[in-house]
Every structure is written in C-alpha cells, then in structure tokens.
C-alpha cells in the first residue's frame, strides 16, 4: 500500500525513468510516452488502462498532429503558455478538470468534479465563448448539448475516449432493441407500463443518450442509479442498462433485485446470450460493458487493506465488479468519496477503489488521513491521461489567435433527443 505524496504523473515518469528510489510499478510503460505517440498510430491503439489494444471505433475522431513546440517544450515553458493564453482570454475561456485528470492539467481548471457537475458549472459561466473540457469524449459531448447556442466545446485531446463508453455503440443497441420488441412486443401491462425502459450510464456517447430519449428512456450517473432506476420502474416492466454491468447489478442489487433477474446482455450474440425464459423473467438486463480502470479491483486487495490497517475504511466505486462492492464498507460515485473523505474525524484511514489521480489528490489534500489506492499498481485512465499540458497550451493558443480547434459538436438531430434523456433525469432528482 503506498502513500505517497507524489503526483501520478511525477510517479510514473520516476519509475519509467529508473530514478534512484522510485518504488512501484504501473500497468503499462506507455504511460511514460507523451501520449502524441497514439495520434497518428493507425490501430490499435486506443483504450483506457490495460486496454490500450483495443480498436479504434469506426467514427471516433482523430486527434492531428500536434505542433513539435508543444510537444518538446519543458514543463515550466508549457505552464507559463497556458497561464498566458488564459490570462489573455479572461472570462472568454472556462477551463475543466475532471477528477480523474492529471494534477498536471487540473492545476489549470476553474472547475474541478465530475462529468455532469462540469457541464452544470459550464452553464454558470454563459459568457464564456469557449468551453474546454479536461475529460474524455462522451464528457465533452454532454457538455455541449448542454452549452448555449454561441459556446464551443474543445476537447484537448481527441484520442482522450473511454473504453466503456465504445462498448456500447448504437447500432448495437439498436439490434438488441429490435430483438427485444420482437420478444415482448410493444404494448404496455395492465398498469400502464411498457415492456422495456431504456436507461444509459453519463459515460456513453450522445448517440445513445439521444436514443433514451427517442425511447422513453432516461440517463443516469453514479449517483442518482438508484432513483432513475425507481423512476423507471415506475414506467417500465423491465430496463435495459447500457454500457456499465458493474453500474447496473449493483444498484439494482442493493435495491432488491434478484441477481437471477438481471441477465447479461452480449452485443455479439443472439438474444444477448440468453435465453427467451431468462429476458421474460429480467427486470433489468445489463449490457455487457465494464470500465477497465474500476475492473482491477479486487476482494484480494481488500483483504490486504484490513490486514495491514485494521479499522481501516474501504470505499470503492460502483463500477467496480460486484463482489468488490460487497466486500467494502460502503460504494458510491466520486462526489459520495471525496464527501466521505471530507466529513471524517481526523486519522481516519481509507482505501480506496477508484482512480488513482483521485485518490493521489485527496490524500495531498487531507493529510490529516491515511487515504490509499486499493491497487498497489499505478494504472490511471490512460484516455483521460492522453490530455497532457502540451495539448491544453496548443487549445488555448489557438483560441487566443481566434482559432477554435478540436471542437465537439454534437448534431441537433441528436443533440435534442439526448437532451430529453437528460431533462428527465434532472425532473427523477434527487
Ligand atoms: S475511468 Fe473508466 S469509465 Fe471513466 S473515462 Fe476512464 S475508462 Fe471511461
């Protein structure tokens, strides 16, 4: 269990390098590469974490060539560029960091959190022009649909995608959709409710959330699952639960739902892999998706935990597989943590399963705690990770020379479906 009070990013280039003293070691050498080696490399070379041989989806826009400058300049030289560019653009450019990016980047955010919060704190700045957002893909997406009219969205990066997102793509879910109407048909019971609800996870592309709400459906993040589930059921026979199983089985579990009556979903079979008598019998069938980085933890690393700090207090992430999250004292979204974490009486000791530039963070920022990653092994969001100082100061510079590059725009066509999904997520609050 290391606490160290290094950045991840410092840790990673120490143990790359050798350095007299660096201890650990991370799921990939590739993270010590500046992360412009993947622009151009035809695939594989896409995915987060151990995940980095995954293909290159069809329509997944390609980051260009970065300028050599941005990619040889020294930290200092970038760090004074990008305070420049900003200072330039004032109130013209918001900058944000998502929780799981590099301190390196965050140092730079006007706003720190998670998905959904930055494209809330987008909203409370409309007279920014531009919105440049330090996430990944289907982050930036969401922050456009819900930017104004006049406002860009840049994403640093643009090979910064998430794997669990690509997962769940809409042609296959539009399959599984046509297989499910042709079993259940489309007629509602005797209360009203139809036979199938869909529900999307926020870490989805806008495709999909355009689709929920073409369909009645609705989106969730980690931490309002439980009463979009509940306003789903509300209305719904049964929900089909895209791309996050671990998202999915876990919050339906801890409302009381049979594991038997959550069958898995496999986009590459028929019927997803199950039978006609197990999706009758479903309440929620679950897609079969995964975040890679949540994906490593483990009972194991647990047990380890409370053996070597008894009292210990283990909080993992709901993405994290199943026995993971009945084997901690308590699971929940980024925001529940950094709460957690944030209301303890001084001393307390935490384990925690989730990112690691996270939990690296907070343990710098609540020393009165011993806070920990759960995975002795250095493994971040490897897409998260592809956005580097490098690629802020180039965003940022161009804006200054009134040139927006890396837009993301999402089409109206989607766009306002997608919207719908999300309106009635925020009306299913809390
Ligand atoms: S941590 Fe997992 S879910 Fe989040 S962006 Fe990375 S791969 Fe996607």
Excluded at 246 to 255: Q, S, V
């Amino acid at each position: 269990m290391t606490t160290s009070t290094l950045s991840v990013d410092t840790e990673i280039q120490l143990i790359a390098a050798g350095a007299p003293g660096a201890t650990g070691s991370t799921c990939t050498p590739g993270l010590a590469d500046g992360p412009w080696v993947f622009d151009l490399q035809p695939a594989p070379s896409y995915g987060p974490g151990a995940s980095l041989a995954d293909p290159i989806p069809a329509d997944t826009p390609r980051q260009g060539v970065l300028p050599e400058v941005y990619k040889t300049a020294s930290k200092d030289e970038l760090d004074a560029r990008i305070r420049a560019a900003k200072a330039t653009l004032g109130d013209r450019v918001v900058i944000l960091g998502h929780f799981y990016q590099r301190d390196e980047v965050v140092q730079y955010a006007d706003f720190v959190g998670d998905s959904f919060q930055l494209a809330n704190a987008a909203l409370t700045v409309p007279q920014a022009e531009a919105i440049v957002f330090c996430g990944v893909h289907f982050m930036a997406e969401t922050a456009d649909i819900l930017a104004g009219e006049s406002q860009s969205v840049i994403l640093p990066n643009l090979a910064a995608g998430c794997s669990m997102a690509d997962m769940a793509d809409i042609d296959s879910v539009e399959e599984a959709w046509a297989q499910l109407a042709e079993l259940y048909g489309t007629e509602p019971d005797a209360d009203g409710r139809v036979p199938v609800i869909p529900v999307t996870y926020m870490n989805s592309s806008a495709d999909l959330k355009g689709f929920c709400g073409r369909n009645g459906g609705i989106v969730c993040t980690s931490s309002n699952a439980a009463t979009v589930l509940e306003w789903a059921f509300e209305r719904g026979q049964r929900v089909l639960f895209f791309p996050d199983q671990h998202l999915g089985r876990n919050t339906a579990k801890a409302m009381g739902v049979p594991l038997e009556q959550m069958p898995m979903w496999n986009p590459r079979k028929e019927l997803g892999g199950s039978t006609e008598a197990e999706l009758l019998n479903a309440r929620v069938i679950l897609w079969h998706g995964f975040c890679s980085v949540h994906k490593r933890f483990s009972v194991a690393q647990i047990e380890r935990a409370r053996a070597a700090y008894p009292g210990v207090q283990v909080i993992v992430h709901p993405e994290c597989p199943m026995p993971v999250v009945d084997a901690a004292d308590s699971a929940g979204s980024t925001d529940f943590i950094v709460k957690a974490i944030a209301a303890a009486p001084a001393g307390t000791t935490f384990a925690i399963g989730t990112e690691i530039n996270l939990v690296q963070r907070l343990a710098n920022e609540y020393p009165q705690h011993t806070i920990f990653c759960l995975d002795d092994v250095i493994c971040p969001c490897s897409t998260m990770y592809r956005i580097h100082p490098g690629y802020l100061a180039w965003v940022l510079e161009e804006l200054v020379e009134g040139r927006v590059v890396n837009q993301i725009s999402v089409s109206a066509d989607v766009a306002v479906p997608a919207r719908v999904a999300l309106d009635r997520m925020l009306a299913a609050r809390p």
